[in-house]
């Protein structure tokens, strides 16, 4: 699991550039409106719209594009409308794709995400297909304190989360996803900052994968997380540590 883990880290710190670049405005835009679309533009009762609306401002999303975001979503305003989908697939070596999609043509975006597929040794699957293997979870990184992972941990189980790790210096919670905002309040309660608050997919087993298949795969992800319309790509793989040094 180790090289799943890293890889995971990978993704977070490459977020983290992108966002600096300015790249991710408009995925979080799309979130926003995906989110206040489906429950109502209040985040104190759209818990979804709530994390969509925090993701953005520690992105540095100006406020304005947030709340013109909620008012084309809510009908208040024109502008484009996005649904949302759930793309499954196989990369290289036998490994399992998971993405989430927010798009205003569907038929456009399947036919360039396959395409993606076909060409690093990959193919778009059936809905369902691969979705079973990956494990919805609500997921916290944790500022800096003071606090001991022992200490912390006690935090998180009383709160009812699942389990807290540490890995490179980042304290990482998981828990089901709709305990995430609880979870969240008990540490901010603490004083503890949460740097990020999100729902994701874990696999539920790894596979393995070294050489070159790992190397298609790797750029396959690359190319997959790059598109405008995923917001979020999940992978089974296993890669091999030393790669991961490299990326």
Known sequence: MSGHSKWANIKRKKAKVDAVKGNVFSRLTKEIMAAAKRGGGNPDTNFKLRIAIDKAKANNLPAANIERAIRRATGQEAGVSYEE?????????GTAVY???????????????????????????ETG???????????LVLGETTLGEEELLDIAIEAGAD?????????????????????????EEKGIHVEEAELVRLPKTTVAIAGHEAEQLMELLDLLEEHDDIQKVYSNADFPDEMLEEA
């Open 163 to 187: 389990d807290l790790s540490q890995d490179e210096g980042e304290s990482v919670v998981l828990t089901a996803p709709e305990l995430l905002d609880e979870v969240r309040q008990a540490f």
């Open 85 to 93: 989908a759930v793309y499954e697939g196989y990369g290289p070596g």
């Open 129 to 139: 297909c691969v979705a079973w293997m990956f494990e919805p979870k609500g997921r």
């Open 99 to 125: 993405m989430e999609i927010l798009t205003d043509n569907r038929n456009r975006t399947a036919g360039e995400v396959r395409h993606i597929f076909s060409r690093h040794g990959g193919s778009l699957g």
